[in-house]
T-cell receptor, first 118, second 111 residues
Framework: EAEVAQSPRYKITEKSQAVAFWCDPI?????LYWYRQILGQGPELLVQFQDESVVDDSQLPKDRFSAERLKGVDSTLKIQPAELGDSAMYLC????????????????FGPGTRLTVL | SQKIEQNSEALNIQEGKTATLTCNYT??????LQWYRQDPGRGPVFLLLIRENEKEKRKERLKVTFDTTLKQSLFHITASQPADSATYLC??????????FGTGTQLKVEL
């Protein structure tokens, strides 16, 4: 069964350093999401892509966070500089294109990247 | 502002019993509601989706109800097993397939 891939699984960094996370969605999925999940809370959407275009980045702290999906396939989320409060699980999810047969409103999550900022 | 409430305290039940989890929301009119399961250190896994015009959905031992008047969804696991122990998240869906998640309820099924 196809899965969303993420790397690295774990990342430890010092504050003020730059970090990057990578996500490869399920093949053919048009929509890609990046979420942040703080321990004990639910995932919070950071950015949503439809193919290579950003459709929602209203909750992305744009002074330090950036995301791209240049060819509409895999995606990178970057934090520069990292702050202590950025320690969290960063989850990537994807969903199929509408009208393609599979429900477009079901999201498939990757295993996440656990970030610790010291 | 929009608010989604799930039981913050863990739910402990005995094996074989029915587990019932609650999701309440305010200031929101979702087009659909989803339930996800999340194991420690893993990403959420989709379980069930119910739309605003549906009252109940079933899948094997799982049942979801959706009351848009009460602004509440109930999630039931019948004949619960220790393997059902996990955190269960409800998520409200709106335009553009955007999901807003609750904080989740931890379920522990004991032998």
């Amino acid at each position: 069964e196809a899965e969303v891939a993420q790397s690295p699984r774990y990342k430890i960094t010092e504050k003020s350093q730059a970090v990057a996370f990578w996500c490869d969605p399920i093949s053919g999925h048009a929509t890609l999401y990046w979420y942040r999940q703080i321990l004990g809370q639910g995932p919070e959407l950071l950015v949503q892509f439809q193919d290579e275009s950003v459709v929602d980045d209203s909750q992305l702290p744009k002074d330090r966070f950036s995301a791209e999906r240049l060819k509409g396939v895999d995606s990178t989320l970057k934090i520069q500089p990292a702050e202590l409060g950025d320690s969290a699980m960063y989850l990537c999810a994807s969903s199929p294109r509408a009208g393609g047969g599979a429900p477009a409103d079901t999201q498939y999550f990757g295993p996440g990247t656990r970030l610790t900022v010291l | 502002s929009q608010k989604i409430e799930q039981n913050s305290e863990a739910l402990n039940i005995q094996e074989g019993k029915t587990a019932t989890l609650t999701c309440n929301y305010t200031n929101y009119s979702p087009a659909y509601l989803q339930w996800y399961r999340q194991d420690p250190g893993r990403g959420p896994v989709f379980l069930l989706l119910i739309r605003e015009n549906e009252k109940e959905k079933r899948k094997e031992r799982l049942k979801v109800t959706f009351d848009t008047t009460l602004k509440q969804s109930l999630f039931h696991i019948t004949a619960s097993q220790p393997a059902d122990s996990a955190t269960y998240l409800c998520a409200l869906g709106g335009g553009g397939n955007k999901l807003t998640f609750g904080t989740g309820t931890q379920l522990k099924v004991e032998l």
